[in-house]
């Protein structure tokens, strides 16, 4: 475009800026191009709704997308050849912004190598390009995204009390929210073998725990789920597993069962040391499968050191093999307990979305009320293996689980023995 421009340039009807504005000190577009000395707008709506959000898929892009009408309508005549859509993106990481100049009838574009865990501004305008330089004929539109959470975590670590009025301390072991009903165990009903727990409809349950962030830092990023994506080992998203939103867990003590066996709903307890001094460090409640280095389950019936978990109460010893987290206690808190703090959030599932000896990777990340990606994506991938046990609860005695039922009649377990593939 030659140095002269046409009246009908500058004429040009107002970009819509979110929060109003034009150029001012600051902005990204100070360093290197010039502030058109006229009073330039574009009509409302003819680019508008500026919309950043990040890929669920991948953790170091965004997708910047927007509206607008026909180029042609805009009145910039032959000064359109030299005219372009020019995009800023800054995450904050101390380096050049990423720019990018796109075609007037673009409507979207993605930028690559993004920092994570930071906030990410965008700032778009038109501009064209004169012999003196690029210069700004609308005013900018801005929007950002904070991705200021962390990974969520499919895990979190054990923890014991060491006395009644003690700190809990943590444990090596890690125990996974990967399992069947509000407790995460993994066995569940057989056909015809009902027993009694919440939800009433056993269902796969997967839990998520927060990051290192505190309330605050969650309601400053308008945090509003997790939202969990199942796929097979084909690469295929699983249906009932498709961006689907977590619910928050309670985050109250409820009591479970009669006044004997009771369990709090903001501690999963897996058993009690009955040691003074033993090592929790190879124990999880799943199978761990670490580039060929297998560690046991806590329920496999493995070595471990002696004294380190007492039966729980109210268990038959021939089923111990298929109850693998239990969470009968008499009362709250106890001494030398082994436990977890439940998870944050969760989703259930049917219990036959996972289907038998096949390879799952289950991806999660943190969205706003808006449904904006507002963390980096955590994933953990898991192979479950299906058994029946049957007849397995000797005559005369009643299988009694974490809900303090006596469950009469039921003699087998349907149990999965969930591996984790690290």
């Not at 009644?164 to 943590?170: F, G, I, K």
């Not at 009694?196 to 997967?206: M, V």
């Not at 990777?361 to 969205?367: C, F, P, S």
């Amino acid at each position: 475009m030659r140095l002269a421009l046409q009246v009908v340039l500058w004429a040009l009807l107002a970009l819509a800026l979110a929060g109003g504005g034009s150029l001012a000190g600051g902005d990204l577009f100070d360093d290197d191009y010039r502030d058109c000395p006229h009073g330039t707008r574009l009509r409302d709506g003819q680019v508008s709704g500026l919309t950043v959000v990040r890929d669920a898929e991948e953790a170091d892009e965004v997708a910047v997308s927007w509206a607008g009408t026909n180029p042609a309508t805009w009145g910039l005549g032959p000064n359109a050849y030299d005219a372009a859509l020019v995009l800023i993106l800054d995450d904050g990481g101390g380096d050049d912004p990423q720019v990018q100049s796109l075609a007037l009838a673009s409507r979207k574009t993605t930028f690559d190598g993004v920092r994570t865990g930071a906030k990410v501004t965008v700032q778009m305008a038109i501009v064209v390009d004169t012999a003196e330089g690029d210069y700004l004929i609308s005013d900018i539109l801005e929007a950002d995204i904070h991705q200021s959470l962390t990974k969520p975590e499919f895990k979190d670590a054990f923890r014991r009390r060491l006395g009644a009025d003690s700190e809990p301390e943590m444990t090596g072991g890690i125990f996974y929210f990967v399992g069947y009903n509000e407790n995460f165990t993994n066995y569940r009903a057989v056909a015809g073998e009902s027993f009694a727990t919440i939800p009433a409809t056993e269902r796969l349950r997967i839990g998520l725990a927060h990051g290192g962030e505190d309330d605050d830092a969650r309601d400053d990023a308008g945090f509003d789920a997790y939202r969990i994506r199942i796929t097979d080992g084909d690469g295929d998203t699983v249906p009932e597993g498709d961006d689907v939103a977590t619910v928050a867990a309670a985050d109250v003590d409820r009591t479970r069962g009669s006044s004997t066996f009771k369990y709090n709903l903001t501690q999963i307890i897996v058993g009690r040391i009955v040691a003074t001094e033993v090592d929790q460090t190879p124990f999880s409640n799943v199978r761990i499968n670490d580039n060929g280095r297998i560690q046991a389950a806590i329920h496999s019936g493995g070595p471990r050191p002696s004294g380190l978990f007492a039966r729980p109460v109210g268990v038959p010893p021939t089923i111990l093999a298929a109850n693998p987290v239990n969470f009968i206690e008499t009362g709250f808190y106890f001494t030398n307990d082994i436990y977890v703090d439940y998870p944050d959030e969760f989703r259930d599932f049917p219990t036959d979305v996972l289907a038998s000896d096949e390879t799952y990777t289950l991806e999660a990340w943190a969205v706003n009320e808006e449904g904006e990606v507002i963390s980096p994506v955590q994933s953990l991938r898991v192979h479950p293996v299906d058994t029946v046990l049957r007849n397995i609860i000797p005559a005369g005695q009643n299988f009694l689980n974490y809900l303090d039922a006596v469950n009469a009649g039921v003699t087998s377990f349907h149990t999965t023995e969930f591996t984790v593939l690290e």
